[in-house]
Structure formats: C-alpha cells, structure tokens
C-alpha cells in the first residue's frame, strides 16, 4: 500500500545479467537420461510381463510424468490470475517464470498424446480400467457378474469413455490456452510499459479465470487421476491436487529464479528479504493445507471404511507403497513445517534452492503414488515401477524444460516498469 | 524485545499533531488524543446512548427471555417437545449450534491470522469481531448442552476418573467437539482479554467516577504502560495469535468431523473439513458486516471504521463465499461421478425430493445473491451490503438445515419420513440470537468497540503512532 509514497512513473527495472547453459544442461540430461531408461525399463518390464500388464505399465508410468509436469503450467496460469487479482509480490518476482510456463501449454498438450491413445486405443493395456468393455472387465474381476456388467456399462456410457474423455480434455487444454493466451497478449503492455487499459483487463480477467480453473481442474484430475482407480472418488482429492499444483510451481519457480539469479546483487536488492519471505512462507502455508486436506481424506475414509473408497488406501498402503507412504509425511509435511519456520532459511537463495528440490522431488512421488499404485503389482517389482516412474518424469521434465527455457530466456528477468513496486517497497 | 517507543496510555501526554491516512484506514484527520476520546468515552459514559443502541439491547433482551421459557419447558417436558424423531434425531438444535460456531470463526481469523499477516486493516475490526466470537461460541455452546437430554451430565463428556470406570468415547467427534469448543472458547477468551488490559488502563487513567474507576482499575491488573509491560503484552499477545491460527482450522474441521465420519449418503463427503472452514468464515464475515454498520452509524465510527474495511470485509466474504460454493459442486459432481445409488440418489432427493426448495434457496442466498459483491457498489454501500449479508446469514443456516434434512431419506425408503421444528426448536433458536444481541449491546456500552491501543499504533510514528507495526515489528 505504501507505493502511493513513491513516484514509479520513471521505474525501469535494470537488466538482470542470468546463464541460463546450467540448467539447460539439467534439461537435457534428464531429457536424454530420463529417456533412455524409461524405454529401457518399460521394454525390459513389457516383455517380463507381457501377460501381466507390462505395456499398461508403460503408459500408466508415463501418464504420471505427464501430470506432474502439466501441474507447472496449470499452476503458473492460476497463480498468475490470483497475482493479478490481489495485486501480490511473489506473482511479480516469478512473472517471467510463469509466462515461460504457461507459452510450453501447447506442447503439454503434445505430451498428452500417449494418455488419449491409452484411453482410446489401448484396452486392456490402457492404464484407465474403463478402457476395457464392461463384460471383460467383469469376466476379469468379478467372475462375470452382470451387476458388475451393469454397473461398468452405465458408468462408462455416462461419462467414462474414450471419446468424452478426449472431448473433456480439448476443452481443458482450450480453455486453459486462451486464459494463458489473453494474458501472455495483455502482460507486456501493462508491465514493460505501464498501460493502465491492459492492467485493468488483467485484473478483471483474474476473478473469473479463477473460477473457471477451479472447476476444470477438478475435471481434470477426476480423468487424468482419479479415473485410474475403480470405484473411487473423493471430493478433496481436487483439494489436494490443487496444493501439490501451487507447490509444484512456486518451488520449480523458485528454484529456476534463484538459480538464474544466483549472487547477482542487482536481482537480490530488489527481491528484499521481505519477498524472499513472503515466497518461502506462501509455500510453507502449501505444504501445510496440503497435509490438512490429505490428512483430513485419509482420516474419513479410514473412519467410513466403506468398499468402494477403502481400496484406494490399502492399495498404497501395501506391497511397500507403504514406505512412499511414510516418505509423504516426513518429508511432504514434517521436515518443510519444522525448516520453512526459520526466516534465515526463506532468505537464503541457496537454502531456498535446496527446500525447492526437496519439495519438487516430493511432490513427484506424491503424484506417482497416485497413480502407479492403481493397479496391484507384485509385492517384488513395486520397486522396479517406482524407477519406472521416476524415469518417465525425468524425461517428461526434460523435454518440457528444454522448451521452456527456451520461452525464458526470450525476456529480462524482471519487467520493466511493474518491477517498481519491488524496487521500491518492503524496506521493513 | 520492545525497541519502539509505546504510545502513552494517556492520550493527552501526546503532542498534539493531526494525521490524515492516505490508505483510507483512517478517516478525517486525527492524533492519539483524538483516537482514545472517540473509542473511550463511549465506555466512560461520555457519550449519550443512541436509540438504536435501545433498539438492539431491548429486542435481544425480549427474545433472550424465549431462550429461557424455551430452555425452561424442555428441562421440564424432555426432548420430546422438540420437532426431533425418528429419522431425524439431529434438528435445529445442532444446525443452530453448527451456524453459531461458525459465525464466530471470523474473529479469530481477524484477530490472530491477519495479526500474523501483517494486515494493517484488522486494527478496526478486532475488538468488536473478538465479542461476536466469544458470544457467538457462547451462543453454540448452549445447544449440545441442552440436545442431550440430561444436561446435568454433561460433564461426563470429560475424562475423569470415576467410580463408573465410565469413560468417553474418544473415537466419537462429539468428544472431540467438546475439547476443541472449549480450548477455542479458553483461547479467544484469554486472546481478548489480554488486548483490553492496556485499554482498560486508558479507562481507568479517564474515569469520571470512583466505580469506573474501581471496575476498570482491577480489570486493568495494574498496567502503567512501562517498557516491561509492552514487552510482555506483545510477546503474549504474538503467541496467543500463533496458538488461535491452527484453531481458525481445527474447531470447525472437527465440527465438521459430526458429519463426515458418519457412512449417511452426501454427510460422508472428504470436502467437509475444508468447505465447513470456509463456510465459518464466511458466515463470520456477514456477521462482522452486520456489527460494524450500526456501530459506525450509532457512535459515529465512520472515521475509524471506513468504507475501506467495508470493501475487504465484502471481498472476504465473496472470496470464501465461492469456494463454499465450489463445495456444492464438488458433491454433486463425486456423487455424479462416483455413481454410487445412496450418493446420487440423495443427491437428486436433495434437490427435488420434499425439502427440494430449502436446497434451491440455499443456492440463492449462499451462491447467487452474493456474487453481487463483485460490484464496487455492493461491496461499499452499507444497505446493499447489509442485505447481501442477511443473505449470507440465512443461507449458511439453510446449509445445515439442508444438510440434517437430508436423513429424512436414508437408504431404506420403509425408514423414511419427515421433519418439522415445533415452537420450543424456534424458542431456543430465536432465543439464543436475543442472548447473543444482548450481550453484544452491553459489550458496546461499557468496553471499548475497538482497540484503543492498537488504534493508535496505526498512526505514523510522526503523530505518536507506529505506522501499525507493533507486534510484529518488535517480535522480530
């Protein structure tokens, strides 16, 4: 509120010098390592396995890439939107990261490709259990019961099947597109050049565009998750997606900005301490309805103990998924409540760096076990499925992160004239 | 450690410098000595009792005499003069004590979340939200009490050793209930409390008589306002804020919790814990609408209580009013989704079945009218924010009338039936608003409606102030 006190009509943000060759080499090496050894062991897998779900295994890994990395350009657009809308400082700090994000949607949809062609062509290897017609997949898990029969057929004639699926998904991937699209085509008028029509139109666009994501990414993660897993729903599995989404991208944002920043002075007095604190405790606030929402799901369904949701969380909580299970707890809620408390440690780049790997790194396997866990593998090659996953998103994040720093490296770190804010506010 | 000068406790030791904010939380122009005369002297006397203040206290004070010819009968007659019966045992009894509990979320969050958000505009809005809680949870507690039939054992909700060997049973949320609305109510009353200490030292430095003097003289504890003092008001005060934030969180989760781990069709839902927090504040905020209209308009407070803090207080409420919203549709979409025959069958009972108009004029009050807020006019004209409030009030009851009417019909149909509240479910309900009225009025007439000190602390260090950075700055 403050800014009033300042004339920023003058403000231009000065140019922050960034290398971006280090963490184009991570992207390629994941991309290149992350690929070799998902084909590697998904080939092995598949012909160990050929009856017993090994090209499933394939798709189902690859599925859990892909909507780990879909949740940073998800998450750069809502967090966007609700920059826009509350006129905040970490939305200004990681603008650049976010439109980067949000300019690689297209080629997300690309690397949906393989989750349509499972839904659609794969049947029996298809990583969802709809793919399957309702009498084989009764004939299959329930002895042929025609209830089951029944029950399969109406469900998928309602809305699981491969058609309505892809239809669902090219509204999300449109809709989501043109809010990335009017807001990409508004930003550098109002914020290299403070056009007030622009920023009016951005801020109008937040609200909205808000309530729009709230509803579509609920449709998206009740297909591209939820779906996996017969018989299951949960109306806080959306909440507890949308907080891995929102930590997701501040840490990858984080740890891209500090990254490029590094020392530079130039960068770091205009991102005062107050920011940097204000970056560290919006994730620390993540993590922390993150284990509220997922505790609070877990808690019921244990309580309800009812077949058709129980299933979910004696599948993970089984066959050594019970182990990721404990890693989500520690490592997810435990270690970033007790680390994110310390302001020395959200003022601190590199510290900052560190947390933003471990969040990253946590929220993947969040996202795997998810998914992977849907079908019951046996007890011994849980291990080898895990690797499989953890592969797919290396390689997924490879490719998607060559793209987008090539998006990044277009623009100065900092926008031109919106940068006065940062420059000159949060002194105490 | 307290490294910034504390204003005086007595306003006229300030230099008498005028201050006009240019964040428009604070009108007209004004020092310390001007702040601590407008909030005081309405406690002091000073200031002659307005008609609506009568209006408030004499309407509460009639209806609260209901809540006690209400309470009276059914201690005499039994439960049975309620409209309860099988299927429905839980009535109005608990939809009221649900719609209290959570009207006073929204102090909490005001008082101990923005404190450690560094929300400047809280300052106006504390004090008075902090009554509405405290009353508001007194008003909640009633209805468990007096829905068990024997309320004279309540205390067996407790665990203490006993010649019974009768414990609780821990794994009910009815237990949980009882520590979490207690803890909430020993915490927010200790919170409060403990911001009014250096007021009521203001109070008694301006006594006009021997009582005043006396009565805020002991509530005062002896403060003199020394560095020492500062010190530890603002250590404890930042730790009761960092004790009340998890319990914004955790008292209507577990309210939540009654419903949630049951296996009833549409009350067994994961949302619950999220959407009833969003609910509370929600309806929390209406409420604090509801108070700081006639509070501004009865002792003038339009300067101090701007239309600013209108405008936040409306986007709060539209804000949590849309993800209470998002929770109507995340229940009709799992129960489409889920195709679960209880789950969607309920579904469509509750939206076309006997109490089919109570769904739809839930939706109206709690997600249509209220998207009126995203209008400026709405959100900053008393009247229309007012109603769009009252619209909120209504709604967020309907929400669990809703919610309770739904096990007229569970999953065996031979088992269904209907619920009608009777003259005693209306006595109590209508009754513990007149309570919660009147208690208000007496807290508006005798203790500061807004903190005097941090009121101060507002203004710029120039004009006494401390630009509204004193707890958080000094806990630095």
């Not at chain 1, 004339?7 to 010098?17: G, K, M, N, R």
């Not at chain 1, 998810?370 to 079908?375: E, F, K, L, S």
């Not at chain 2, 504390?126 to 024997?150: K, Q, Y």
Request: charged fraction near 10%; charge should be neutral.
């Amino acid at each position: 509120m403050t800014e009033h006190h300042h004339d920023d009509s003058h403000y231009v943000a000065p140019t922050i010098e960034a290398n971006y060759a280090p963490l184009r080499r991570v992207a390629l090496l994941s991309a290149v390592v992350g690929t070799v050894a998902f084909l590697a062991l998904g080939i092995a897998n598949a012909s160990m396995n050929a009856a017993h779900g090994g090209v499933r295994d394939l798709f189902l890994t690859y599925q859990s890439g892909f909507v780990f990395w879909s949740l940073v350009p998800i998450g750069a657009m809502t967090l966007m939107l609700i920059g826009y809308l509350c006129s905040t400082s970490w939305a200004l700090v990681f603008r650049r990261v976010f439109q980067a994000a949000m300019r690689t949607w297209p080629l997300m949809f690309v690397l949906f490709l393989p989750v349509a062609a499972s839904a659609l062509f794969m049947g029996h290897d298809s990583s969802f259990w709809w793919a399957v017609p309702a009498g084989e997949f009764a004939r299959d898990h329930a002895n042929g019961d025609p209830v089951v029969t029944h029950e399969v057929a109406h469900r998928q004639g309602l809305y699981l099947n491969g058609l309505f699926f892809l239809l669902r998904a090219v509204i999300i991937f449109g809709v989501f597109g043109l809010l990335m699209r009017a807001m990409l085509k508004w930003a550098p008028a109002a914020e290299d050049e403070g056009n007030a029509a622009n920023k009016s139109k951005l801020k109008g666009l937040g609200g909205p565009g808000v309530l729009v994501w709230a509803l579509l990414f609920t449709v998206a993660m009740t297909d591209w998750v939820m779906s996996v897993e017969p018989a299951w729903s949960s109306s806080m599995f959306p909440v507890v997606a949308a907080m891995d989404c929102f930590l997701v991208t501040m840490a990858f944002s984080a740890l891209v900005f500090y990254s490029l920043v590094g020392e530079n002075q130039t960068a770091l007095t205009i991102v005062k301490d107050k920011f940097r604190i204000d970056i560290g405790s919006l994730m620390y606030a993540f993590t922390m309805i993150w284990a509220y929402a997922s505790f609070g799901q877990y808690m019921l369904i244990w309580a309800g103990n009812i077949p058709e949701e129980i299933g979910y969380y004696r599948k993970r909580l089984n066959g050594g998924w019970e182990f990721v299970a404990y890693a989500l707890m520690a490592i997810h809620w435990l270690l970033p409540f007790v680390i994110f408390l310390f302001r020395e440690v959200k003022t601190n780049p590199k510290s900052m760096k560190a947390m933003s790997i471990m969040l990253l790194a946590i929220c993947a396997t969040d996202v795997i076990w998810w998914i992977v866990p849907c079908v019951p593998h046996a007890e011994d090659t849980q291990f080898f499925h895990l690797l499989m996953a953890i592969a797919a998103i290396a390689m997924v994040g490879g490719i998607w992160g060559l793209a987008f720093l090539g998006q990044l490296r277009k623009a100065n770190l900092l926008p031109k004239k919106d940068t006065a804010f940062l420059a000159n506010w949060g002194h105490h | 450690m307290a490294t910034v000068s504390a204003p005086s406790t007595v306003g006229e030791q300030a230099e008498p410098e005028f201050f006009t904010d240019d964040e428009h939380l604070i009108g007209g122009k004004q020092n310390l000595v001007t702040i601590g005369e407008k909030i005081g002297n309405v406690c002091l006397g000073e200031v002659p009792i307005p008609k609506g203040w009568w209006i408030m206290f004499l309407s509460g004070f009639t209806l609260l005499q209901a809540l006690v010819l209400g309470l009276a009968w059914l201690f005499y007659m039994g439960v049975g003069v309620w409209g309860i019966n099988s299927p429905v045992f839980w009535g109005v009894a608990i939809v009221n004590f649900v719609w209290w509990i959570g009207i006073g979320h929204a102090g909490t969050l005001i008082s101990a979340i923005l404190l450690l958000m560094h929300q400047k505009w809280r300052t106006s809005l504390n004090r008075f939200a902090e009554s509405m809680t405290l009353f508001a949870v007194m008003c909640a507690g009633i209805f468990p009490l007096i829905h068990m039939g024997r309320p004279w054992l309540a205390y067996w909700l407790f665990p203490f050793p006993n010649n019974m060997a009768v414990w609780p049973q821990f794994r009910s949320p009815l237990c949980w209930d009882a520590f979490a609305v207690s803890t909430y109510f020993s915490v927010s009353l200790l919170f409060w409390y403990i911001g009014l200490i250096p007021d009521f030292a203001y109070l008694r430095d301006h006594a006009k008589n021997k009582i005043q003097q006396m009565v805020y003289g002991m509530l005062a504890m002896g403060w003199r306002g020394s560095a020492i003092h500062w010190r530890r008001y603002e250590k404890l005060y930042l730790i009761l804020a960092g004790i009340g934030t998890p319990l914004v969180f955790s008292v209507h989760t577990i309210v939540s919790f009654d419903f949630a781990v049951s296996i009833v069709p549409l009350w067994h839902a994961t949302i619950f814990p999220p959407f009833f927090v969003a609910g509370a504040i929600f309806a929390g905020f209406a409420m604090v609408i509801w108070l700081a209209v006639p509070i501004r308009h009865w002792y003038g407070m339009k300067d101090l209580i701007t239309t600013t803090h209108l405008d936040v207080c409306a986007k709060i409420m539209l804000g949590t009013g849309l993800i209470v919203s998002y929770g109507y549709f995340s229940e009709v979409w799992m129960a489409f989704y889920g195709q679960s025959v209880y789950e969607w069958d309920t579904t469509l009972q509750r939206m076309f079945g006997p109490y089919g108009w109570s769904y739809w004029l839930l939706i109206l009050t709690n997600t249509i009218i209220p998207q009126l807020c995203w209008m400026k006019k709405f959100r900053t004209n008393e009247l229309l924010l007012c109603l769009v409030a009252g619209s909120v009030h209504i709604g967020m009851w309907f929400e669990r009338y809703v919610i309770i009417v739904t096990l007229t019909r569970d999953h065996l149909p031979s088992s269904w039936g209907r619920y009608a509240p009777t003259l005693w479910d209306y006595a109590a309900m209508f009754g513990s608003l007149g309570l919660f009225l009147t208690l208000f009025a007496l807290f508006m007439r005798f203790l500061p409606m807004l903190s005097i000190t941090e009121m101060r602390e507002l203004l710029p260090r120039s004009a006494g102030g401390r630009d509204g950075h004193a707890v958080m700055e000094n806990a630095k």
